[in-house]
């Protein structure tokens, strides 16, 4: 079972806020699925001489007016969540029998492929691989060795996540972590995600690896943010 995960959130600085998507969370699985097997200010109002005047005809009803002037202010996009990587500690492992390879790394040259249309999603990183021992296919069937890993995300939009955002499992195996409620996160405040992973002992080819990932949802079903990703393999 899924070892309880929690979610802090702590004042950092804020930064530049990624271009939106409207692309859906379950496009986004699907693009990431083939990565899963892996081999060894204010404004002034100027008048200018050609200013054109327009007075309003003193006849019109007060609701005609403000149809008028609301169908004359431009329209402001609402401020889409973004969220950056700012940190990623080394794996806790909890048994002798994993140990952790080529760890945390940027992974987002790798994965092009699978976000090339999701501009909201600004890349991925590698959380961490781990190697389980040979010696684990001796455990009884169905053991898992238990690993956790920590990352710390940023709000860096300019305006709170809602509060239905979600880190949600889009590729491979969930390990016991299909997902977890964030909630709303302010501007410039990071959310420190903690990953409770259980490793499977046995069941996959020696010499085989697996790829998991997970994004940020915004419970509209629009990923954005960094692609977090977990790799095992199998001696």
Do not use: Y
């Not at 500690?89 to 090339?116: F, I, K, M, Y």
């Not at 001796?138 to 956790?148: F, Y």
């Amino acid at each position: 079972s899924q070892q309880e995960s929690r979610n802090s959130v702590g004042a950092m600085a804020g930064d530049a806020v990624s271009t939106a998507s409207s692309d859906s969370f379950e496009d986004v699985a699907a693009s990431a699925r083939a990565m899963e097997a892996i081999p060894i200010d204010d404004v002034a109002s100027l008048a200018t001489t050609e200013s054109q005047w327009c007075f309003v005809d003193a006849e019109k009803s007060e609701l005609e007016q403000e149809d008028e002037l609301s169908e004359e202010q431009p329209l402001v996009a609402a401020a889409q969540p973004s969220a950056k990587l700012v940190a990623a500690d080394s794996l806790l492992l909890g048994s002798h029998l994993l140990c952790e390879s080529c760890g945390r790394r940027d992974a987002t040259a790798q994965w092009a492929p699978a976000l090339q249309a999701f501009p909201a999603v600004t890349g991925a990183f590698c959380v961490g691989r781990v190697a389980v021992s040979r010696e684990a296919c001796a455990l009884a069937e169905g053991a898992a060795l238990p690993a956790v890993a920590r990352v710390v995300v940023l709000n860096s939009s300019s305006a709170p996540w809602p509060e239905a955002t979600s880190l949600r499992l889009v590729a491979g195996e969930a390990h016991g972590f299909d997902s977890m409620l964030v909630g709303q996160v302010d501007p410039g405040h990071a959310a420190d995600f903690l990953l409770d992973l259980l490793i499977p002992a046995a069941g996959v080819e020696p010499g085989c690896g697996r790829r998991s990932a997970w994004v940020l949802e915004d419970g509209s079903g629009a990923p954005f943010g960094p692609l977090l990703v977990f790799e095992a393999e199998w001696a």
